[in-house]
């Protein structure tokens, strides 16, 4: 049996509610023992000093671009990038080429994470056969081969039929259906959020009601079928108070926001003179937004962060604004990010910043981990709160280098990520 | 209104009035005005520019504006090169980026871009190193031509300032409304702007304008009336019903332009479409300075290629 023991760290494990300065006993893959004073002369010991210990971060929301698009993104590269920014498990959404719409690719996606032998990756599988909005894909064969959510992502579920019957089919499974809300008929070819800076901009817009409308559609059906409805990457004032009624009924809705949408506004499109890294979708939202999704974050309605890390190649990014892919990369920057701004300047507790990117993300989609609870796996996130480090795209273990974040100077970063007891990346040290 | 007057242009490059001070826009057009005498010489040139290369780099079909810029390189004696692609550079299969890092290889001094999509000028002139002169880019800018229109206006009024100039049409699509609405803000004219409601983008108001949905709210007692001209292809697209409906209730007509001062100066940034967003009475009157615009588009152009390349004072003929 190996052991590893984590010593004089800051746990902070929102699934006991606790914070305190504690040793952690990793004994193969689980969580063996939590106390303020663990002798084990067999252990590798691991100097937690400085450090917070938290349940290792998941993120329900990324793109790994395997299979189809390598070159943006492979599951080794983007499980690298992961582990890199505190993660230890992401869930990877189907629109490869092909779509993960059948067991067949389920399995790959595993084959390949399992290779990789980084962060766990949970493959998501597709709703409809090839994203196409039409037949089903083989939701329960793909359940069966190890997916833990059905997405359309990338793309809505357009057809509120279709939403109706997988959220009636996936109850099966106790598996959520996650929709990017988004009304295309509205969003008409947009390419920013409509608003004052994109009249002034030139550039087409996408309303905000293109969301809103979709999130009120998807609460209407949670309520009529009882499925499981997870939004994906909220954006929206009206979007956020449609969730918040919902809730408020007992209807099973739950919903993500990212860094970008909660760290920038629309006038960074503005600022940065149509540079496409803040170009993604949904958009960059107004402050008006922005504030609103910063409240439902304090105030508890979203129930998690996710990064929708969307890789792209730097040739694609650099065409014309109204050309290049949406999308942008936020594995390595998702934590500081966000911990500069909930934590330094809006005072969340530290405590439920980490339920945010661990102990709730995993009560959303039923995965394991999410706590350090003795008999846990052993996924740890180990964070340097004093760190103040600058981002560098070229330092990204992504492929990919689309980030709005460059050359942002950020207090707060991961500074080593266990998953299942083993030390799979660590910040090296100057 | 009183503005200091600025030296000369900060920038290497013309993106947008947006940038530009009520100085440099000010020096821009006294500028003008004297490239204006050039034009009525017997010679119709002046050395400023020899030894200057300028590509004019056309993505979007344009007869005018080209023309407009051509014939001011040559008036500058600037040897003009002439890039035109009417497909988008995705589907020619070289970016844009490619485009031009190839044509500044050729060692170039002023690339002047004409673009379908917006902030294509902007991302241009990030990386080059030639001086970039957005000759209009999607719905975003078209400086040129705001700079034109004003210095009309200026030659008939003698002063922007205080003036009421209204602008009606497709608003959303148009980069002509919004380089005017913002360089005529910044001169300190009231700017109101009309059209169909469902042309008109939102936070319109928050560019320093006035926003009326009625085209008679927005003319009554104006000093100037721009009509822009509507894309026939855009009726029938749930945008507007149809062109017949739109002269009914949108269209510069006689009635119409009485509801303006009885000196209202009509102003359109061509090429006009008669009997849709004006009546050809009204774009032919005593009123229309719409071809005095065309003339006076080579006087800012050559401004502005006189000014981006340095140059001071009164440009002296060989």
Redesign the interface.
Known sequence: MSRLLIRHARVVDPSQRLDAGLDVLIADDKIARLAERIEDRDAGVLDGTGLVAAPGFIDLHVHLREPGFEYKETIASGAAAAVAGGFAAVCCMPNTRPVNDNPAVTEFIRARASEAGLARVYPVGAVSKNLEGGELAELGEMARAGAVAFSDDGKPVHNAYLMRRVLEYAQLFRLSVVDHCEDRDLAAGGVMH????????????I?AAAEEVMVARDCGLAELTGGRVHIAHLSTRRGLEHLRGAKARGIAVTCEATPHHLALTDQAVADS??DTDTKMNPPLRSAEHVEALLQGVLDGTVDCLATDHAPHHA?EK??????APFGVVGLETAVPVTYDLLVRRHKLSLGRFVALWSTNPARVFGLPGGSLKVGAPADVTLLDLEARLTVNPDRFRSLSRNTPFAGQRLKGWPAATLVGGKVVWRRERK | MNVAAAARLRGKDLVGI?PLSAGEIQLILDTSEQMREIAERPIKKVPALRGKTVVNLFFEASTRTRFSFEVAEKRLSADSLNFAATT???SKGE???DTALNLEAMQPDFIVIR?A????P??LA?ILRSSVINAG?????HPTQALLDALTIRLKRGTLAGLTVAIVGDLQHS?VM?SNVLLLSRMGATVRVAGPPSLI????E??GCEVHGRVEDAIAGADVVMMLRIQLERQGRMNFPTVREYYDFFALTPERLKLARKDCLVMHPGPMNRGVEIDSRVADGPQSVILEQVTNGVAVRMAVLYLLAGGHGEPTAD
């Open positions: 409509e608003g004052a800076v994109a009249t002034r901009l030139g550039l087409r817009g309303p003179e149509y040739d650099a065409l014309e604004y109204d050309l | 947006d988008s550079s995705v970016t844009l980026i673009h999509y917006a902030g294509a902007h991302q990030r880019d999607g719905a975003h800018e980069r919004r983008p939102i936070g319109m928050k560019m």
